[in-house]
């Protein structure tokens, strides 16, 4: 069974880090892009961040921009986002999601999405 | 990175159709055939139901279809069913510099 499973969610104050991860099987991890998708309390979705197949092509919301950054270790199925100098306004549902395999790029579409990990930034 | 635009909410009784829209830009929506549109129940990850403006995934009922024209996307649900109250997004490619971007979203009540 394709999975994807994040960890790495909590309370943290503002200002702070906190490394997400995104570990996977079921699949081939090392074919497909990755991203990470957030969802603040009541509100839609958003991209945040993604990568290609060989973790060497990284794109990034203007919003976490120069904060967050993403990685993958293939050898280990799974993929990171490290989250530094966090703000309120990243409080938020972090889903981790894979390309689909009928699809050309991962924002054209995402098959598999984790059950997602809970980021509060608060004092 | 500007969010689509969704109407916020959309109603119609069992089996009535129901279309929601999403306009982009030239940039996003008009400029690539990669529009996808997922359906998400509360407290769930979403699931992606129509991807490349028109092809709908194995297991996507045909119930639920998709369309473009300029830029604006549009989301067709057909003979609705209780199971279809939820919220749907759209979602584009941005180019290649770019993260995709979503719509904010629209409820869909089965009336």
């Known amino acids: 069974e394709v999975q994807l499973l994040e960890s790495g969610g909590g309370l943290v104050q503002p200002g702070g880090s906190l490394r997400l991860s995104c570990a996977a099987s079921?699949?081939?991890?090392?074919?497909?892009?990755m991203g990470w998708v957030r969802q603040a309390p009541g509100k839609g979705l958003e991209w945040v961040s993604a990568?290609?197949?060989?973790?060497?092509?990284?794109y990034y919301a203007d919003s976490v921009k120069g904060r967050f950054t993403i990685s993958r270790d293939n050898s280990k199925n799974t993929m990171y986002l490290q989250m530094n100098s966090l703000r309120s306004e990243d409080t938020a549902v972090y889903y981790c999601?894979?390309?689909?395999?009928?699809?050309?790029?991962?924002?054209?579409?995402?098959?598999?999405w984790g059950q997602g990990t809970t980021v509060t930034v608060s004092s | 990175q500007s969010a689509l635009t969704q109407p916020p909410s959309a109603s119609g009784s069992p089996g009535q159709s129901v279309t929601i829209s999403c306009t982009g830009t030239?940039?996003?929506?008009?400029?690539?055939?990669?529009v996808s549109w997922y359906q998400q129940h509360p407290a769930k990850a979403p699931n992606l139901l129509i991807y490349?403006?028109?092809k709908r995934p194995s297991g996507v009922p045909d119930r639920f279809s998709g369309s473009k024209s300029g830029n604006t996307a549009s989301l067709t649900v057909s003979g609705l069913q209780a199971e279809d109250e939820a919220d749907y997004y759209c979602?584009?490619?941005?180019?290649?510099?770019?993260?995709?971007?979503f719509g904010g979203g629209t409820k869909l009540t089965v009336l």
């Open positions: 999601g894979k390309r689909a395999p009928y699809c050309t790029t991962i924002f054209s579409g995402v098959d598999v």
């Open positions: 030239s940039s996003d929506v008009g400029g690539y055939n990669y």
């Open positions: 979602s584009s490619y941005a180019g290649s510099n770019n993260v995709g971007v």
């Open positions: 079921g699949f081939t991890f090392s074919s497909f892009a």
């Open positions: 490349e403006v028109t």
């Open positions: 990568l290609n197949a060989g973790g060497t092509t990284t």
